[in-house]
């Protein structure tokens, strides 16, 4: 199993950047897909999530309305579109795989997990 995420980087306050995680050695379209965020000094937290279909997503109320998640099923790729930057949005985003048919934001119910990918937003 392998999830690669990339297109980190970094960028002005009010820019834009577009992740992506590309999966491998599991049935991609079976799984619930999530974005995690962790900055320095704090915890690995919730910022989006994606069904199997694509249909239903859910985001955390701080990239609510900035933030996109999709996915492709035939590249087995999930994307996380990020507007608006902030400084505050900068951590390294890791990428990760749940086996549910439920939509998650807890952290402990993801199977898989990418390695991350760094996102520096300057002020």
């Known amino acids: 199993v392998q999830l690669q995420a990339s297109g980190g980087g970094l960028v002005q306050a009010g820019g834009s950047l577009r992740l992506s995680c590309a999966a491998s050695?599991?049935?991609?379209?079976?799984?619930?897909m999530g974005w995690f965020r962790q900055a320095p000094g704090k915890e690995r937290e919730f910022v989006a999530a994606?069904?199997?279909?694509?249909?239903?997503?859910s985001y955390a109320d701080s990239v609510k309305g900035r933030f996109t998640i999709s996915r492709d099923n035939a590249k087995n790729t999930v994307y996380l579109q990020m507007n608006s930057l902030k400084p505050e949005d900068t951590a390294v985003y890791y990428c990760?795989?749940?086996?549910?048919?439920?939509?998650?934001?807890?952290?402990?119910?993801?199977?898989?997990w990418g390695q991350g990918t760094q996102v520096t937003v300057s002020s």
């Open positions: 994606i069904n199997w279909s694509g249909r239903s997503t």
């Open positions: 050695g599991f049935i991609f379209s079976r799984y619930v």
């Open positions: 990760a795989a749940d086996y549910t048919s439920l939509l998650t934001t807890t952290i402990n119910l993801y199977d898989y």
